[in-house]
């Protein structure tokens, strides 16, 4: 390294120092639901890459989607610009005409939760396939197997769930329901790296997974998003899809990895025609930069830190918050150790205080609320006239929209940080 660039780097660090000491004033400082934790070798890694004007795809990619795939234990990661393009890329990919009878088709369906993010359901809706809507429980917020098992109808193919605000759904059982009805699981794995069930880690039992990097979660890479899969084939068709759908496989500036760019006969083209400009799938350009790896590598390193600071938080609101009237508190999902996301309220119908009175009075105090995602998606405009099928009551779906509210636990929040919100919910209920 140059000595100028060893030089940036340590005031780099230097920088860093000078802009993290900032002193917690409650109800001064806003205690976020959610945000990114840096250090200072997250800022230095991101300087580094835009010093060496890595501003495509390069290097650390190619190390950031090793890295992911040795952490899950899968063979393969992709990355892309976000969790809802690694969505989108990963339903995508199995539609691809390469699975022959196996691919899906416009107008299967998909079975997913009512309560939960847009773009876990969109890529059914993108393909022309039919989202088929499930409830969920109160207390995890997720989905199970019983009620996966209930919506199955002859047109079911696929199975695409999120692990509910890292609370990892029943996804063994619902991995085995998949299999026997021959069905893929699209595990939505985007607010539960580190999450894991029965010991596993989520993200590890369907057919393909998704990862989110944007600051709300787990590791961050600003934007960005991953697709994991154990299938080498399915891989493939994720990363032609990610790239313009063509069918060569170079890293970006290299060329001719195949060593025979100029042999190949596909489709109706001539012999011969150049393999970087052959297109095998109708594709997208969803691929990310290598700022965004260069900073996932460092984020990557703290995973099981940020996982135990997470799971520590929640333990202590959990603490907290455990006797006081009128709230329903979150639980793990049996067999499961959840890497929280954030941490779920649903006011009780018939205690003395509403959602909205709760979360104005947190507001009001600097402490940051989030709903439940969308809660109820199918009561939104973007999917009233889509077809789908509604396969149940949506019965807790309609009440988590009504009474449902999180707040944070991510790394950065403090045990100050938390006794606070826990005093502030408490003098809310008491004076309610
Ligand atoms: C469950 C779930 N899936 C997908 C996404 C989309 O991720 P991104 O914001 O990176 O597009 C989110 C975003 O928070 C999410 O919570």
């Known amino acids: 390294m140059s000595d100028e660039k060893t030089e940036i780097l ?49 290097v650390s990619t190619q190390r950031f989607e090793r890295d992911l795939a040795k952490f899950f234990g899968l063979r393969k990661a992709h990355m892309a610009n976000s969790g809802s393009s690694a969505n989108l890329l990963a339903l995508t990919a199995l539609t691809s005409p390469t ?18 993010f847009p773009t876990t359901v969109n890529p059914i809706i993108q393909n022309g396939m039919v989202p088929v809507f499930v409830d969920v429980e109160l207390g995890t917020y997720n989905t199970t197997p019983e009620r996966i098992a209930d919506a199955i109808s002859p047109r079911t193919r696929a199975i695409m769930v999120a692990h509910a605000l890292g609370n990892p759904f029943a996804v063994a059982e619902v991995a085995a329901l998949a299999r026997k009805h021959d069905l893929y699981l699209i595990e939505d794995n985007c607010d539960a790296v580190g999450s894991t069930y029965r010991g596993q880690l989520t993200g590890t039992f369907g057919d393909i997974a998704t990862v989110s990097f944007y600051p709300a979660h787990h590791i961050t890479t600003g934007e960005g998003g991953c697709v994991l899969t154990h299938s080498v084939a399915l891989a493939r068709i994720v990363e032609q899809l990610r790239d313009w759908g063509r069918d060569c496989w170079c890293e970006p500036g290299k060329d001719n990895t195949c060593c025979k760019r100029f042999e190949y006969q596909l489709g109706t083209l001539p012999y011969g025609y150049d393999h970087k400009y052959i297109f095998s799938h ?56 959840p890497s929280w996301f954030g941490f779920v309220i649903t006011v009780q119908p018939d205690a003395p205080f509403t959602r909205r009175g709760l979360t104005d009075f947190l507001e009001s105090r600097r402490v940051a609320t989030r709903r439940f995602f969308g809660g109820n998606l199918t009561r939104h405009p973007a999917y009233v006239d889509r077809e789908h099928r509604i396969a149940h009551a949506l019965t807790n779906s309609d009440l988590i929209t009504q009474n449902t509210f999180w707040v944070g636990v991510y790394p950065a929040l403090t045990a100050q940080m938390i006794d606070y919100v826990v005093a ?9």
Not at 307 to 327: I, K, S, T, Y
Not at 425 to 432: G, L, M, P, Q
């Open 10 to 58: 340590e005031l780099v660090r230097k920088y860093h120092q000078l802009r993290s000491d900032q002193e917690f004033i409650p109800g001064v400082t806003l205690v976020q639901s959610s945000g990114a934790t840096f250090d200072d070798d997250d800022r230095v890694a991101l300087v580094e890459a835009a010093l060496d004007m890595r501003i495509a795809a390069g």
């Open 99 to 116: 699975l022959g009878e196996r691919r899906l088709r416009p107008k299967d369906e998909v079975i997913t939760v009512a309560a939960g």
């Open 282 to 337: 109708v594709g997208y350009n969803l691929k990310s930069t290598d700022l965004q790896a260069a900073l996932g590598l460092s984020q990557l390193a703290k995973v099981a830190e940020f996982g135990a600071a997470r799971r520590r938080n929640w333990q202590r609101m959990h603490d907290g918050l455990r006797d006081v009237p009128g709230l329903l508190l979150p639980s793990p999902t049996p067999d499961s150790d």
């Open 424 to 432: 502030t919910i408490r003098e809310f209920v008491a004076t309610s």
